[in-house]
């Protein structure tokens, strides 16, 4: 029986180059992740979204060792691993072809991958991101910011990945319609059985969907703690306490502004 986690990062290194010298992004990052909800947290620059990349087949030039069930993964994107690990942009709008309707950004991957009925399948996935399946025929400019991201999030699931990598899913989005995205992925989860590694600023979105939050800093892991102890108590590392305190004021002034609206 394979007890091995569903992903294992374990020692994750990468490097940039700039301006004629090597910049550690990542410096020996190490978790494992479950059936869970994992968001990784930092302020800009940490390394958190280069984790999700590295994952995602995006970077291929890290050191480590990244599984999925035991099985490690290459440095180059293969078919195997887009049907296990699907990601969700921040921005809805520049994830998505202008030119392209719904209905072609849903129907590629199936046909990369050789997958059949095509429209019965692109009918599902939008009726489960809370779509009308009319919306198939429509270009990204038509839609609202929420609309593209469900689609975005129906682009990721069509090929019935296990995992999700959300990055600040919710970011780009109008105070009023977060709620509804976070709900969406939240109830799809529930539904489809997926595990999901979040980066986020927010910790009030960690608070609505994760279970573990890990704390990014300068490249590496500060703190790893569960969800409960950043909401109902006063983290022990010094960093983590700043970005509570920083959400803190982040979240009220989102609530005074959706009041004032």
């Not at 991101?129 to 198939?136: A, C, E, I, K, M």
């Amino acid at each position: 029986m394979n007890t091995a986690p569903l992903l294992e990062v374990q020692d994750l290194h990468v490097r940039f180059q700039s301006g004629g010298s090597l910049v550690d992004a990542v410096r020996g990052v190490s978790f494992d992740l479950g059936r869970e909800k994992l968001a990784i947290v930092g302020e800009s620059g940490s390394g958190k979204t280069t984790v999700l990349r590295c994952l995602a087949g995006q970077y291929n030039h890290w050191h480590g060792r990244l599984a999925i069930n035991g099985e490690k993964l290459g440095r180059k994107l293969d078919k195997a691993r887009c049907r296990k690990v699907q990601m969700v942009f921040q921005d809805p709008y520049g994830s998505l072809h202008s030119r392209h309707t719904v209905e072609t950004a849903l129907a590629e991957p199936l046909r990369i991958h050789g997958i059949g009925n095509i429209s019965q399948r692109i009918d599902s996935i939008l009726t489960k991101v809370g779509l009308p399946t009319s919306f198939r025929y429509r270009y990204p400019h038509q839609l609202s910011g929420g609309q593209r991201q469900r689609v975005a999030i129906a682009r990721a699931l069509i090929l019935e990945p296990r995992i999700l990598l959300l990055d600040e899913p919710t970011s780009a989005l109008d105070v009023s319609v977060q709620a509804e995205i976070l709900n969406l992925l939240a109830d799809l989860r529930q539904k489809e059985g997926l595990t999901y590694l979040l980066v986020t600023h927010d910790l009030g979105v960690v608070a609505h969907l994760c279970d573990r939050v890990a704390v990014m800093q300068q490249g590496r892991i500060v703190d790893l703690l569960d969800c409960s102890s950043i909401v109902g108590a006063v983290p022990e590392h010094p960093y983590t306490r700043m970005l509570v305190e920083a959400s803190r004021h982040y979240s009220r002034e989102m609530v005074d502004a959706a009041q004032a609206a």
